[in-house]
């Protein structure tokens, strides 16, 4: 579907025109229309957080399998970096039991991932604070779709003009917050858990060396999307 036909068919006709104009501005179909579906849920989107993309429903259905292989449902889950809220919205709707924790830095993006919540009517506890740091307690399930970008990457004109870059870049070639998570992460996980993250294509290798120096007893996979790139880092511990 181009965006011309994605406008006409999910915004309304009265905003078509202005719609059209802000298309050919460079806004992305997604602001315009204001929501995308993500895993079957509606989740709003603007300019304070990032458009939700396939490789991250990817990293939610993957997660949920080795989560019902591996935990059970009845587990604590901690999304961060939430953005838009759809991470931890898809997995409260598909694990009902699971008590959720998403944070953000942004208070915006959270104001949009609250929203969220109400619209697909589930419970979710939102924290504002820098990826760890805020949390409490310890964790069955950690997750997360981090800035990866490296910040001397060429990125498509139409995301480095729309989205936040708060969202996007990271420094030390797009590692920084891969490693300050993994650094820091096992004070907050319980004796089983599983660590999640996508990641970009040409950081697999990396951070797998990283994953096995600091979880040395761990199930470590790195796993390709439908593209056959490297965007999954799995850390397990079920035994």
Do not use: W
Request: proline share 5%.
């Amino acid at each position: 579907m181009t965006d011309i036909e994605y406008l006409k068919k999910y915004l309304d006709p009265s905003r078509l025109e202005e719609g059209m104009k802000q298309l050919e501005q460079g806004l992305p179909v997604q602001y315009i229309v204001g929501d995308v579906n993500f895993y079957g849920y509606p989740i709003k989107v603007n300019r304070s957080v990032l458009i939700p993309r396939f490789e991250t429903e990817e990293l939610v259905d993957r997660t949920i399998r080795y989560v019902k292989q591996y935990l059970g449902e009845s587990i604590r889950i901690a999304d961060l970096g939430t953005g838009s809220g759809c991470i931890a919205i898809t997995l409260k709707k598909e694990l009902p039991s699971a008590d959720i924790v998403a944070v953000d830095i942004s208070k915006e993006a959270l104001d949009v991932a609250r929203q969220n919540a109400r619209l697909n009517q589930v419970a979710i506890t939102f924290l504002e604070g820098d990826m760890l740091k805020p949390l409490t307690g310890k964790f069955d399930l950690i997750i997360s779709n981090p800035p990866y970008i490296s910040k001397e990457e060429k990125i498509m004109d139409i995301v480095y003009y729309n989205e936040p870059h708060q969202a996007l870049f990271a420094p030390h070639q797009g590692l920084y917050y891969y490693e300050q998570i993994l650094t820091h992460v096992k004070n907050y996980l319980n004796q089983h858990f599983i660590l999640a993250f996508e990641i970009g294509y040409q950081q697999g290798e990396s951070l797998r060396q990283l994953a096995k120096a600091l979880f040395p007893y761990a199930d470590i996979q790195v796993e390709q999307d439908l593209h056959g790139k490297d965007r999954f880092l799995f850390i397990i511990k079920h035994d």
